[in-house]
């Protein structure tokens, strides 16, 4: 078993989850940083910034080589335009229209600090939605499910019901990308579940 304690730079309970399906023993210390999109950065550019600034935030609060440190950071793409999660009501219903009957790219960074630099990776995937009623939407809005999602919906949720198709990585939409965070870890010294086995 690796020494090195593990960090999780975040305080979302679905990237907790995911990384406990891991069998990834960590600690969590959410990053407080400022989440703002420069002007006329890319949405592939942006999201892996945050999570490289997410780790480094963290990871100045821990010394190495005995800590390292996680961070992810996801967005919902269309029109090259990056869904956050929704300010309030008329926001959620925004997004939910505009995503309706279309297909979208949801993109996850993760990156690892560790005692040998900054490793990342980036998983995009395209999920097609299927055409959504005003009604259905507002139906959705009203519970507390869109809040705290990028997109305003939760694909492991009542979310999951308007996904018509999905190309790619299911638990990079949900926020931590599993094959990818895996490979991560264990290149990085860092034990799961699955280090007794043959990759």
Not at 41 to 64: C, G, I
Request: proline share 4%.
């Amino acid at each position: 078993m690796s020494a090195t304690r593990l960090i999780l730079a975040s305080a979302s309970p679905r990237r907790r989850e995911l990384l406990e399906q891991l069998g990834v023993r960590f600690t969590c210390d959410p990053a407080h940083i400022d989440e703002s999109r420069h002007a006329d950065e890319s949405p592939f550019d942006y999201v892996q910034r945050m999570a490289h600034e997410k780790a480094l935030a963290v990871a100045s609060r821990y010394p190495v080589p005995g800590h390292a440190v996680l961070a992810a950071d996801t967005s919902v793409v269309i029109d090259d335009t990056v869904l956050g999660k929704p300010r309030d009501r008329v926001d959620a219903l925004g997004m939910l229209a505009r995503l309706s009957g279309r297909t979208h790219t949801v993109f996850t960074a993760v990156s690892l600090w560790s005692a040998t630099g900054m490793h990342c990776e980036l998983v995009e995937t395209q999920v097609q939605f299927m055409l959504l009623s005003r009604d259905i939407c507002e139906h959705y809005v009203s519970t507390e499910e869109p809040w705290d999602k990028a997109g305003a919906y939760a694909i492991q949720g009542l979310g999951g019901a308007f996904v018509r198709s999905l190309r790619g990585s299911y638990s990079c939409v949900v926020g931590l990308p599993l094959s990818e965070t895996w490979q991560l870890l264990s290149a990085n010294g860092i034990a799961t579940a699955l280090s007794t086995a043959s990759a």
